[in-house]
């Protein structure tokens, strides 16, 4: 497989990873009552659809021919990339989300696609050779932390009886 090829399809697969998570916050957002938890897991589907269409993008200027072209506001992060989002082996996230399930149950449903995610773009940015590569990977892998660390606080918040923190 020619290194194009390889990049495509780990695009694609990112850009999968992406409409799930849109996909789920959305759902997610339909059954949370909690008007502060609605408000958040449609602010995280509305990240989801920035970063399908800059996955996208990534994907037609290397089917063109046109090598890594970013747009002007990707920022440059300062990602870790390093330490991944759960202690290997402390939590387990294999659950579904059933019709019935609670916003706990929903939650780490989500952390664990912010997870997989993360994972992705952090294993994608340390193979990068080309800057702007690692910049779009970095940046995505940045995003995933943010939206993990969100997710987690409300987690431990609605676990303690505190409630949403938004």
Do not use: C
């Amino acid at each position: 497989m020619t290194d194009t090829k390889a990049t495509l399809t780990v695009l694609k697969q990112a850009l999968e990873l992406e409409q799930r998570g849109h996909e789920f916050y959305t759902q997610a957002a339909e059954r949370i009552m909690d008007p502060t938890g609605k408000e958040m897991l449609l602010s995280l589907a509305g990240d989801e659809v920035l970063h399908q269409k800059v996955i996208q993008r990534q994907i037609d200027a290397l089917g063109e021919g046109k090598g890594w072209v970013l747009p002007e506001d990707i920022p440059g992060v300062d990602a870790d990339l390093r330490s991944p989002l759960f202690p290997a082996g402390k939590v387990e996230l294999d659950k579904a989300i059933r019709p019935d399930a609670s916003d706990l149950d929903a939650l780490l449903f989500a952390l664990k696609i912010e997870n997989d995610s993360f994972d992705l773009y952090a294993e994608q940015a340390q193979k990068a050779t080309d800057p702007n590569a690692r910049r779009l990977y970095e940046f995505l892998a940045d995003a995933e932390r943010t939206h993990f660390n969100l997710l987690m606080a409300n987690y431990e918040s609605l676990n303690s009886k505190a409630g949403w923190v938004g």
